[in-house]
Every structure is written in C-alpha cells, then in structure tokens.
C-alpha cells in the first residue's frame, strides 16, 4: 500500500469525520428510507443481471432465480443457523 502523506491523511480523516457527522445527524425515518431504496435498485440490478445471462427466461422464471439467489445469500449469511418453520398460524 503506498505511503500517504500528512496533508492527505489529514484531508482524508476530515472528510471521513464530515460523513459520520452528516450520518448521525440524519433522522432514523430518511436512513430507513434510503435502505429500502438502495435494496430496490439492488433488486432492478439483479433481475437485469439474471435477464442479460439468462435471455430467454420469461419474467416468472427471472423470480425464481432471484427467489434461489436471496435464499443461498440468506443461508451464507445465516451460517446455517437457522431453519424455515413454514408458515405459523396467527
């Protein structure tokens, strides 16, 4: 990794201070709303990404291959922690 000097370092921790700053000072409602964005275009992204590889698949095979592709994401990041109950009743 190559050497940064003193002035940069130092321009590089004010505007890393500045975000957090402007992070903390933004209401819970709009950080919410701004996570459901960014995993809305996530979503646009992979259809789009599914489509190009996958040019002959109607729109409902493209869901189940997104449905399959959250499912191994959510199994990797559970570790395998946890298991499907099905559905529970009210």
Known sequence: MPQVDAQTKALQDAIFLS????????????KLATGAHLFDEG???????????NPSFT?????????????????????NLYRDAGVLDE
């Open 59 to 79: 729109a409902e095979q493209v869901e189940r291959e997104v449905t399959r592709r959250l499912k191994i994401r959510r199994l990797l990041d559970e570790g």
């Open 43 to 53: 979503m646009q992204q992979m259809r789009a990404a599914i489509r190009s590889d």
């Open 19 to 30: 975000k957090v700053a402007r992070a903390r000072r933004t209401p819970m409602s709009e």
